[in-house]
């Protein structure tokens, strides 16, 4: 059976791709330049090992001939060499050179299939001289936006990284819906927070709650560092509007919202520099494809606002809701101001914004002695610290790096180095390690293992010992506060449950329970 062209080109690529560089330069290229139109196509899988090659094997000066050869053979009769051409020249870089002539292409293209390889290419060596054909061009087609979509994002980060204006008050607050985002089980520590605080409760207005999601309007002008006060929340999303489960126009519905003038004021505002995003689809598989037709069509709408999955400082997030989808706008803020005292982590830490709601679930007592056995990076004594009211800190764990972490967590978040105590030790010898006597703790915070990472032999006769240790070193009226792996109570009557949520800890469930000494 006869081989058909497209599998001789791989069975040649295969074939020369392990030469080296040298052998392919001096025998191969002198013999495809020399051979017939025919003899060029069957041995087309030349070009494409030539890129390979170069890249993996070569000097920088036979990088720079092999691409001056890839750029003389974009000006070849034959499409299909021209293609393997421009496949292969991203891999060794662009130039100014190897743009003119591909951007020549696009004067008279051989049909649709090479305007979208000439569109791939661009995308990837592009640059101002792209940016002013295409414009020359004003060319609706797919292709050719996405290109000028990723050259433009491309500049982009060669300027000064954008970020966001954390500062910037926020003076369109009207008919402005925003949605704080958490894990769910989460929401009641985000509501709780929110009507506690001080200054934020008279500034925003709650609408509704529901799972991982806190709905709020802006009573008067603010700032997202306003919003950023809230340590519980996981992300800030502005509504940008919502599209129908039943919408026909799925895209072009997408698209409009995405451009619109309430996205663009707020990008505008909010970004220090060129304002590009990440579109995502959040619980949902979108295909790559539709992702890309979206964002095409946002662009030709509004072409300065980019679709840029890499180091973009907004997210466009569409979310599936009851009544349809809603199309939310996240500012990507990093690192997050709230924890910059996390100069360090271990693994299976606890989320910083859970840690935080444990914390505050915690409340304050006088002269607090707080101790957390697994204490690990450190987070929930850290957040509980910053509270106030506290006297003396105990963090322990079996676990040498763990310490050591903690030890640069406290530091950096400025915990007074005199109030903390830092012990390697089992949960089970605490006594003998850490001083703790019976009746001496305030409050006990803790992740213990949960089982999922790491196997624990007895998870049920660990979390059994827990609570007998916290029964027995709880000073009364003292708390245990802790993420419960399992559905079992304190088998000592001294502990009584004062509350518990059920919460997401990154894909599995878990209870968050605060439990009281009588």
């Not at 920088?60 to 000006?75: D, K, N, P, S, V």
């Not at 936006?145 to 990284?161: F, G, I, M």
Request: one cysteine or more.
């Amino acid at each position: 059976m006869k081989k058909t062209n497209l599998n001789l080109a791989k069975e040649i690529y295969k074939q020369l791709r392990t030469e080296s560089w040298e052998r392919l330069w001096e025998r191969e290229v002198p013999l495809f330049d020399a051979g017939t139109a025919e003899e060029r196509l069957a041995r087309v899988g030349l070009v494409r090992a030539m890129g390979v090659v170069a890249l993996e094997k070569a000097t920088q000066e036979q990088r720079q001939q092999t691409r001056e050869w890839l750029t003389r053979l974009l000006q070849d009769p034959q499409e299909k060499i021209r293609r393997y051409a421009m496949n292969a020249l991203p891999k060794l870089g662009g130039s100014a050179d190897a743009e003119k002539a591909v951007l020549e292409i696009l004067d008279q293209p051989e049909g649709e299939r090479e305007v979208k390889n000439v569109s791939q290419t661009l995308s990837k060596i592009g640059g101002e001289a792209t940016l002013e054909k295409l414009e020359e061009l004003h060319d609706s087609n797919d292709a050719l936006h996405q290109a000028e979509q990723k050259v433009k994002a491309q500049l982009a980060r060669k300027e000064e990284p954008a970020s966001i204006r954390l500062d910037v008050k926020i003076k369109e607050t009207r008919k402005l819906r925003i949605h704080l985002r958490t894990r769910k089980g989460m929401e009641v520590f985000v509501r709780d927070e929110l009507l506690a605080h001080p200054k934020l409760k008279s500034r925003f207005k709650i609408v509704r709650t529901s799972p991982a999601c806190v709905a709020i309007t802006a009573l008067r002008p603010f700032t997202l560092a306003d919003l950023y006060q809230l340590r519980t929340i996981g992300s800030v999303n502005f509504v940008l509007g919502i599209v129908a489960k039943n919408e026909a126009q799925h895209t072009d519905a997408l698209a409009t919202i995405i451009a619109s003038e309430l996205t663009q004021l707020l990008c505008q505002k909010l970004t220090e520099g060129q304002a590009r995003y990440r579109l995502q689809f959040m619980r949902a598989k979108v295909p790559p494809r539709k992702v890309q037709a979206i964002a095409n069509a946002a662009f030709a709408l509004c072409p300065d606002l980019l679709n840029d999955p890499r180091k973009s400082p907004w997210a466009i997030e569409v979310y599936p809701e009851k009544v349809g989808q809603s199309v939310e706008l996240r500012p990507r803020v990093q690192p997050d101001p709230r924890f910059t005292y996390r100069v360090d982590d271990v693994p299976a830490s606890t989320h910083p914004p859970l840690a935080a709601a444990m914390a505050q679930m915690a409340g304050i007592q006088e002269k607090e002695s707080i101790w957390d056995p697994f204490c690990g990076s450190a987070l929930e004594l850290i957040e509980r610290a910053r509270l106030g009211e506290v006297d003396s800190i105990i963090a322990s764990d079996r676990d040498l790096d763990a310490i050591e972490v903690a030890r640069l967590n406290f530091k950096s978040a400025g915990i007074e180095s005199g109030k903390i105590a830092l012990h390697r030790c089992s949960f089970r010898s605490y006594e003998s390690v850490t001083g703790i006597a019976p009746n001496s703790i305030s409050l006990i915070i803790a992740n213990p293992p949960l089982g999922r990472r790491i196997r624990i032999e007895d998870l049920q006769g660990l979390i059994q010992e827990f609570y007998q240790i916290a029964a027995d070193t709880l000073r009364p009226g003292g708390r245990l506060v802790f993420i419960n792996p399992l559905k079992m109570d304190s088998p000592d009557p001294s502990l009584k449950l004062e509350a518990r949520h059920l919460v997401d800890i990154g894909g599995f469930d878990c209870r968050v329970e605060k439990w009281v000494k009588c």
